[in-house]
């Protein structure tokens, strides 16, 4: 239930209006938007794709992308991208990889720009993250609650910085989940994500109107806005204070300041804190 939730999410901003621009080293061949069918060419040859792109979403606010591509040139792009597809790639590596390469392809653009989101996650904020401040192996738990009752989930393990597995709360034991009632019980979350896969947890746990109000935000900026202002109002927070010093965050890389710290509301019920890895090493022997 929890994947289903989560991929319809991911998957939805394919559903929404946009408009596209064909053109052939510079010279529009075709314009037209989902819903309408084609539109007038214009006379302007396209000498910057982003700037196009950019000026075609202004003129028609309504929808929620602009494409600017030559169709001749993506086609090369798409081929050279899949060619470098093999076994040995690690899932998440070969995403980004085939991001960046479409968003470098010769005459396309999307406006607005935006970054990859890969299994409702931000996926290079979070690896830049985990390479720069995290131990070598950790978790990081994404926990969205509808009310009192977890909605949906998503659980990343990291070993040697490096993503290793992906679930949901389908891999913890059951007589754990069930407790885990509210947003307020994340600090138990995070003990049980910890103790399952013995490994530091850190997450998001966060208000299911919130959470889909990002995940449909059409760019960074706005993305950014939702994630402050719902650490702000105490519907969202952002918990890693066993692994990392509590002024920086992955989904607010720039400044986070005292929003960050105004979404910290551990408990310090010793029973359902999350066990440091750093405190109370064990004797030698």
Not at 44 to 69: G, N
Not at 127 to 155: E, I, N
Not at 167 to 194: M, N, W, Y
Not at 233 to 240: G, K, N, Y
Request: with cysteine; hydrophobic share 40%; charged share 25%.
């Amino acid at each position: 239930m929890h994947w289903r939730r989560l991929s319809e999410l991911s998957l939805a901003h394919r559903q929404q209006a946009r408009i596209f621009l064909l053109h052939e080293k510079g010279k529009v061949l075709r314009v037209w938007k989902t819903g309408l069918g084609d539109l007038p060419l214009g006379s302007e040859s396209i000498q910057d794709p982003q700037a196009a792109a950019d000026a075609l979403r202004a003129a028609h606010p309504e929808v929620a992308e602009a494409w600017v591509l030559d169709p001749e040139s993506f086609a090369s792009g798409m081929a050279q991208i899949q060619s470098e597809a093999s076994y040995e790639t690690e899932r998440d590596v070969f995403e980004l990889f085939d991001f960046d390469q479409r968003m470098k392809m010769p005459g396309h653009a999307i406006s607005p720009k935006r970054d990859l989101i890969w299994n409702a996650m931000p996926l290079r904020r979070i690896q830049r993250f985990v390479d720069k401040m995290l131990p070598q192996s950790c978790s990081f738990v994404l926990g969205v609650f509808d009310g009192d009752t977890l909605w949906a989930s998503l659980l990343v393990q990291f070993e040697d910085k490096k993503i290793v597995a992906i679930s949901t709360t389908d891999a913890l034991p059951a007589e754990d989940v069930k407790d885990i009632v509210g947003r307020d019980q994340h600090p138990f979350f995070l003990s049980v994500v910890a103790n399952t896969f013995r490994r530091p947890a850190f997450g998001w746990f966060v208000e299911k109107e919130n959470f889909v109000q990002w995940m449909k935000a059409s760019d960074e900026e706005s993305k950014e806005e939702i994630f402050q202002k719902a650490l702000m109002q105490q519907q969202a927070t952002f918990d890693f204070s066993i692994l990392i010093d509590r002024g920086i965050t992955a989904f607010s890389p720039i400044n986070p300041g005292e929003a960050a710290i105004a979404g910290q509301d551990r408990e310090m019920n010793p029973r359902i804190r999350t066990p440091d890895p750093f405190e109370n090493p064990p004797s030698a022997v």
